[in-house]
């Protein structure tokens, strides 16, 4: 099982199944086109999920360097559509 599976089905037990669809969808695709595609409340919903993972140590080091430039690129759209 991967990351991207494990973040995925956590985040489908917290916000359900479109939202953890939305995260696949962005996970390795950051780019702005992608993310105005998606729903604004999901992307809020799995930043938040991602980063309560990355305070939680479960991931390596890897992972979680990974999650936080996911993150870093989630919150600058995110603040860019308010």
């Known amino acids: 099982m991967t990351f991207k599976e494990i973040i995925s089905s956590i985040i489908d037990s917290e916000h359900g199944w479109?939202?953890?669809e939305q995260f696949?969808?962005?996970?390795?695709?950051?780019?702005?086109?992608?993310?105005?595609r998606q729903n604004l409340n999901a992307l809020y919903y799995i930043k938040t999920s991602v980063e309560g993972l990355i305070e939680s140590s479960v991931f390596n080091q890897h992972v979680e360097e990974e999650m936080i430039?996911?993150?870093?690129?989630l919150k600058e759209f995110i603040s860019l559509q308010k």
Do not use: Q
Request: no cysteine.
């Open 69 to 73: 430039d996911y993150v870093r690129d």
């Open 24 to 36: 696949i969808d962005t996970i390795y695709d950051r780019s702005e086109d992608n993310l105005s």
């Open 18 to 20: 479109s939202v953890a």
